[in-house]
Structures are given as C-alpha cells and as structure tokens.
C-alpha cells in the first residue's frame, strides 16, 4: 500500500467533500455546512487540486459527480463515520457491541461469577462472548500483556500501572465431609493439626495462607494433597478424611452442604479480600468501564 503525506493535508475538506458529493451543489453544501458559497467554491478548488480530479462536474439540472468521486464515495463515508467514533471515543453502546471480555479468575471463582454475568451480557450485550482465563505463575504479567481484560482474585500487592477495586471480603471456614470423624466435634488448634489437609496450589509450589499462619505460630499441619482446582479439592474432601479451609462464600457455592460440615478454624486467619484488577491504561475506556460496573453490579446481587 502506498504510503501518503497528510502532513498538507487539510482533512477537513473531507466533510466539504462528503456534503458537496451528498448535494451536488456548492450552495446547498455551503448551506448545510454553515459556511459561505464563496467558502465552499474555494474548498471544491482546492479539493480539486488534491485529488487532481473535477470531482464535480457540470450536467443537465445542475452537477454530476465524476467517475473518481462516484468510487470514493463508501470509502469517504465510513473514513468520516471512523473519525467520528475516534474523536467521540467516551461512547459505548454495549448493544451493538461485539467480540470477546477476557477474565482471568480461578474455577470457584468462575462458577460464582460467570452464571450471573452470562445474564448481564445477554441482556446488556449479546453481541459479546465471555471468555474465562486460568491464571499462571504471574496472573498480573496477563494484564501487562494485554492477555486478559481484568484480573478476578486477591490482589496483594499490584504493581504500578495496575488498578484494583475490592469486590468483597471473606472469612475463612474449614469443610468437611458430613460422615467425617471429626464431624461435630470442636475444632481446636491440635485437633486440625492431626488432620490430613488438601490445598488448593496453582503453582504447586509454595505456602497456603493457613501454612504461613501456622509458621508464624512454629507449628505445621499435614498438606497430604495438593491440587490446581478447588472443584477438585472440594470433590476429595467429600470423598476422603481430608479437610480443606477455604473463603466461605466460595465454600457454599462449590458445595453441597448436605454433604458437608463447616467449622471456623482454630486460629486467626483474618479475611481475604477478592478484587477486581485491570490495567491503568484502561481506566477511562468506555468498554472497560462499562465492563467493570457490569462485574461489580454482577457481585453485589449475588450477595457476596
């Protein structure tokens, strides 16, 4: 494609051009445009000289366009209609929009999460698809990259050009199966740390929040199983005598509490909080925007 200097150009004779190729006269032109008919002859001239063509030519009842306008004519109109949406980029009608959100977030996550969502893009926006990321070794590089739209998770520590906004706060519960041994009764600090624990690792390796509670205290618990997927993990704890500690909310939703107990664990492990992270550069977006409040409505009526 050939490459071409618009540095002297005056790109805004293209509107002279569209209303002169529209009404196929300099006065109605000039008159729709609101300026003066020696303006606009002045502006076919030059338009003339720039694209070394009449353009308009003169024919029974007044002009005719030539064959060179008649061909530019679709490509002016949609030039003129992407300009517009640039310079008004604040607008967004998620009606009409199309394409893909990308969400990075766990599987317990997206089984809270994504029903209700569906339901916000069908009704808000059916032209969109939802698109849901697992996270890997360093979920904040995927916002980086532009890899995924937003970030669903706890988020500690962000780097700069990183944004977040809390979602919701959880407590931490210990699930069980129902038939469980220790089942009904109190669970104190010595007892849990005869258990067998199953824990939920992305990266396989490191310390679970519980592990860095319990060092602190120089005390350590059995992690027998370690597992990617909290669906996996929920379905061996009601399959086995292991036991898992994991945020509340997330604990109702993936289990069936018929078969299962829960108790408060036996040390203080504070509240986690779930955020919503997105890169800066998307900060004033208006599809990013309207993404953002769609997730944070789609939260707040699931009641977390």
């Known amino acids: 494609m050939r490459e ?3 540095r002297d150009a005056d790109l805004n004779l293209l509107v002279v051009l569209n209303a002169l190729l529209d009404e196929r006269s300099v006065t109605r032109a000039a008159i729709r445009l609101g300026m003066s008919q020696p303006a606009a002859s002045r502006a076919l001239a030059r338009l003339r000289a720039l694209f070394s063509d009449a353009l308009l030519v003169d024919g029974p009842g007044g002009y005719l366009l030539t064959a060179r306008a008649e061909e530019m004519r679709p490509l002016l109109r949609n030039t003129l209609a992407g300009v517009s949406e640039l310079l ?6 998620s009606m009409q929009a199309t394409g893909s959100v990308r969400l990075l977030m766990l599987d317990l996550e997206a089984a809270v999460l994504a029903p209700r969502l569906i339901a916000s893009l069908a009704e808000q926006a059916p032209g969109v698809d939802l698109q849901v990321v697992p996270p890997g ?3 904040l590089e995927a916002l ?3 890899a995924v739209d937003v970030l669903i998770g706890v988020v500690e520590d962000a780097p700069a050009g990183i944004r977040k906004r809390k ?5 931490f519960v210990t699930l069980m199966r129902a038939e469980h041994p220790a089942a009904g009764r109190k669970l104190t600090l010595e007892r849990f740390l005869e258990l067998d624990h199953v824990v ?6 490191g310390r679970a929040w519980v592990d860095e509670i319990l060092a602190r205290l120089g005390r350590r618990r059995r ?7 909290f669906f996996a993990a929920v379905e061996i704890a009601a399959r086995s005598d292991l036991v898992m500690t994991l945020p509340s909310s997330l604990a109702r939703t993936a289990a069936d509490m018929r078969r299962f107990t829960m108790a408060p664990p036996p040390l203080d492990l504070g509240s986690v909080v779930m955020s919503l992270a997105w890169h800066a550069r998307n900060q004033e977006a208006p599809r990013h925007v309207w993404l953002r409040r769609t997730i944070v409505t ?5 009641g977390l």
């Not at 939920?200 to 390796?205: K, L, Y």
């Not at 992690?223 to 997927?229: A, D, M, N």
């Not at 789609?298 to 699931?302: E, F, G, L, P, R």
């Open 4 to 6: 071409v200097d618009l």
């Open 88 to 93: 008004d980029g604040r607008t967004f009608d």
């Open 137 to 139: 070794l360093r979920p």
């Open 144 to 146: 980086e990259a532009d």
């Open 167 to 171: 979602l919701y706060q959880d407590d």
């Open 200 to 205: 939920v690792s992305i990266t396989g390796t």
């Open 223 to 229: 992690v027998k199983v370690r597992v990617p997927s």
């Open 298 to 302: 789609a939260v707040s009526d699931i």
